[in-house]
């Protein structure tokens, strides 16, 4: 556990940083300025509709085939199809919810797939498909500013807690929903830990699945322009990313920590999934998140599970049928939730 929290502890200022920061104010001014811009336009620049550059439409069964190949997953010629899924809208105060979803007869059981940042509603049908072929009804949407939901600016997730709450009820009073999972990875998977932290229908959430989320992110934002875009200490060139984010997307980004309202979801079970070769997001910060939630927990409830190798989202894909036994077992546990 020490040498997780160093880890993650990396991207916090240090009184060294802090005193580097200060002499070398000016020039760290400057470079931040400069790698702002282009880490937000790296943020913002991805598919919402249209057609890829390979021309594959962006809002269709399409890229979700495309998808699978590209994973190697063998269950294209057995997986949803035109018949099977059906597109449609909610909506709240703020627009459009854009949303799909595939029913089994006779079946009051759902969940709800979140993806990750830059995907959308079709891409999410990669975390579901097996449940669905469980019996499951599963609905997936287009998170906030992606796809054809509402919203300009992504801010990675932490916005998609209203839409999520507009699904919850629906499935509660227009489908009689009698249990509710949340299935999410990365972006996604932060979102659905962030709702049965803060939301007012947590309650109604009998598990979760968390697969490669983020526990901080400011700390993630931290962490990825040193170790995957610019190779720099993040301190050199990050200088107010969080508060500038915050501006852009009008959000208190500093508020996006998963570690301080754990205690809020100590009666929502939440599987931690995460690869320990994830060089996007590292697993230790799933490490820890469990690590803090299984503190507020009477009788544990929560479980983590961390294979060796395989990097961001693919987990399901290199642990295939160890990734549908698992999250399906963990389902099953809590359809009815002991703890509530």
């Not at 929290?5 to 760290?28: A, C, D, F, G, R």
């Not at 439409?57 to 399409?62: A, G, P, T, Y």
């Not at 998170?143 to 054809?148: K, R, T, V």
């Not at 972006?187 to 947590?202: D, H």
């Amino acid at each position: 556990m020490r040498f997780t929290l160093e880890k993650i502890n990396k991207y916090k200022y240090s009184l060294k940083t802090v005193l580097i920061t200060l002499l070398q104010m000016k020039s760290i001014k400057k470079n931040s300025s400069s790698h702002f811009l282009d880490y937000k336009n790296f943020c913002y620049n991805y598919y919402r509709d249209g057609f890829t550059k390979e021309g594959i439409k962006v809002n269709s069964l399409d890229i979700y085939y495309d998808d699978l190949k590209n994973k190697n997953l063998n269950y294209l010629s057995d997986t949803f199809s035109e018949k099977s899924i059906e597109e449609f809208d909610l909506f709240n105060s703020n627009g459009k919810i854009s949303c799909l979803v595939a029913k089994n007869a006779n079946s009051k059981k759902w969940v709800v797939g979140l993806h990750g940042w830059t995907e959308n509603k079709f891409l999410a049908l990669r975390l579901v498909h097996h449940f669905w072929k469980q019996g499951y009804n599963i609905l997936t949407f287009d998170a906030f500013a992606h796809g054809l939901s509402y919203g300009e600016k992504t801010d990675i997730g932490y916005s998609s807690i209203s839409m999520l709450e507009t699904i919850v009820e629906h499935l509660k009073n227009e489908e009689q929903a009698d249990s509710i999972g949340l299935i999410g990875n990365s972006m996604g998977a932060s979102t659905s830990i962030l709702f049965v932290q803060k939301n007012k229908l947590r309650s109604k959430i009998n598990w979760v699945v968390a697969d490669c989320g983020f526990s901080n992110i400011k700390l993630q934002y931290r962490y990825y322009i040193e170790n995957n875009l610019y190779h720099v200490p993040w301190w050199k060139i990050g200088f107010l990313f969080t508060h500038k984010f915050s501006k852009e997307t009008k959000t208190k980004q500093r508020k996006y920590n998963l570690l301080l309202n754990m205690k809020k979801a100590k009666s929502n079970p939440i599987f931690f999934v995460h690869s320990k070769g994830d060089t996007f997001i590292p697993y230790e910060m799933s490490q820890i998140m469990y690590e803090k939630k299984i503190k507020y927990e009477k009788v544990k409830i929560s479980k983590i599970w961390t294979p060796e190798g395989s990097e961001h989202v693919n987990t399901i894909k290199n642990y295939n049928d160890d990734y549908i036994l698992k999250t399906i077992n963990f389902a099953r546990k809590w359809e009815v939730n002991e703890t509530k």
